[in-house]
């Protein structure tokens, strides 16, 4: 029995190397944030943690470009860090944030990070894929979310009638005793509104 072994040569171009470097540099990256995470854990006024970041794959993109846009060549790479995640830490507690993390979301369809707008303009059949369903809804629950700290911020929660309803989900992310998941998969989506 003859084994051969077959060896291909791929020859890259400039921007087909430079594209490669880029997509490396942003997974380490990646990882350097959720190993950031992972240690920074029982820090009291941390609302995300790792899990965080493959559950929310728009999160994770915007530490990235926050990373990017804070560089600095006179800071250390961990320094830039956790600049950046006391940066999510402080402009998390505002409804903005999370309108522009509703603006990020991507479908991933066929194992490709796509744009929704891209995927209803591109996929004919867009209105049937379950991924663009899955990341239409986070969306909108990004938009929820930015609504309840709204009205939190404005005094129109649950917190401020004399029903005695209890704190609303707004409060009780602000006070770090809610998880972001428990929101995106609560059974009865009524009970976060």
């Not at 087909?16 to 995470?37: C, G, H, P, S, W």
């Not at 999510?88 to 979301?105: D, G, I, M, Y």
């Not at 609504?147 to 911020?153: A, N």
């Not at 609303?168 to 009865?188: M, V």
Request: with cysteine; hydrophobic share 35%; aromatic share 10%.
């Amino acid at each position: 029995m003859d084994i051969k072994r077959i060896l291909h040569t791929f020859t890259l171009t400039e921007t087909e190397l430079e594209q490669a470097y880029r997509i490396m540099e942003k997974r380490y990256l990646e990882e350097d944030f959720v190993n950031t995470m992972a240690n920074a854990l029982h820090e009291p006024d941390s609302r995300f943690h790792s899990e965080h970041l493959d559950e929310f794959p728009e999160l994770l993109n915007w530490l990235c470009s926050c990373f990017h846009h804070f560089f600095d060549a006179n800071m250390s790479h961990n320094d830039i860090l956790q600049l950046t995640l006391n940066h999510l830490n402080h402009t998390s507690l505002k409804p903005q944030f999370f309108l522009e993390l509703s603006r990020a979301v991507s479908a991933d369809c066929m194992g490709t990070e796509k744009e929704l707008s891209d995927c209803e303009q591109n996929c004919s059949v867009y209105h049937y894929c379950n991924h663009s369903a899955e990341a239409r809804d986070r969306s909108a629950r990004w938009e929820i979310l930015a609504s309840l700290l709204s009205m939190r911020g404005n005094g129109n929660c649950t917190c401020y009638r004399r029903d005695g309803a209890g704190e609303c989900p707004a409060a009780k992310y602000l006070n770090g005793s809610w998880d972001i998941s428990k929101f995106f998969h609560l059974d009865g989506r009524k009970e976060a509104v």
